[in-house]
């Protein structure tokens, strides 16, 4: 089954405590990208990666790292977590990018940041 | 004010209503204007996608955009309790896209 999954679905921290999130497809897709969702605000892009060993920034990357070793994972990394970071986070790929290519979104990682 | 506003709701219909969901925005570059739909719990899933003004149907799902007025609409028409979720506009002109809130949309039997 073609699918995007996330490591992992619930998590409690606290601050400063470095964090990583898991992302990984199974579609062979070469764009890959993390997005936080927040209430009131939508869904903003963090970082995006057009494919292996390249990764630029979205629209909020700051207190996010990111890295893309392998084409099917996408980590996000949280080395000093704050409560700001409290957030449903989504992993998503697609093909390639550009808007005619559907992105095929995790199930998200809700993140409490205490 | 934000580059795309879209009513949170909740907008609750009665099964078989037609349906009207709306988004405005401000940005002029955007050329590339997307629906999803996102359930409880789940990630978004993309609905449509459409590039020029105009309409664009799938099945039950109309999307319409306006490009002079900077508005744009998805019609569910024979609405289903199915249909209960979250629908998200999203809007793209430079690779990075820009999403609304979501309008939350309740289907009652």
């Known amino acids: 089954e073609a699918q995007v999954t996330q490591n992992p679905r619930y998590l409690i921290t606290v601050t400063g405590k470095k964090l990583t999130v898991t992302c990984s497809q199974n579609m062979n897709h070469e764009y890959m990208s993390w997005y936080r969702q927040d209430p009131g605000l939508g869904l903003r892009q963090i970082y995006y990666?057009?494919?292996?060993?390249?990764?630029d920034k979205g629209d909020v990357p700051e207190g996010y790292k990111v890295s893309r070793k392998e084409k099917r994972n996408f980590p996000l990394i949280l080395e000093s977590p704050s409560p700001n970071q409290t957030s449903l986070y989504f992993c998503?790929?697609?093909?390639?990018?550009?808007?005619?290519?559907?992105?095929?979104f995790g199930p998200g990682t809700r993140l409490t940041v205490t | 004010q934000k580059e795309v506003e879209q009513d949170p709701g909740p907008l609750s219909v009665p099964e078989g209503a037609i349906v009207s969901l709306n988004c405005t925005y401000s940005n002029s570059a955007f050329q590339y204007f997307m629906w999803y739909r996102q359930y409880s719990r789940k990630g978004p899933e993309l609905l449509m996608y459409?590039?020029?003004?105009g309409n664009k149907e799938d099945g039950r799902f109309t999307a319409q955009v306006d490009k002079s007025s900077k508005y744009i609409s998805l019609f569910i028409r024979d609405s289903q309790p199915s249909d209960s979720a979250t629908y998200l506009c999203?809007?793209?002109?430079?690779?990075?896209?820009?999403f609304g809130r979501g309008t939350s949309l309740i289907v009652h039997p």
């Open positions: 459409t590039y020029s003004s």
């Open positions: 990666s057009m494919n292996v060993e390249v990764t």
């Open positions: 999203a809007m793209e002109g430079s690779y990075i896209p820009t």
């Open positions: 998503a790929s697609s093909l390639t990018r550009g808007p005619s290519y559907e992105q095929y």
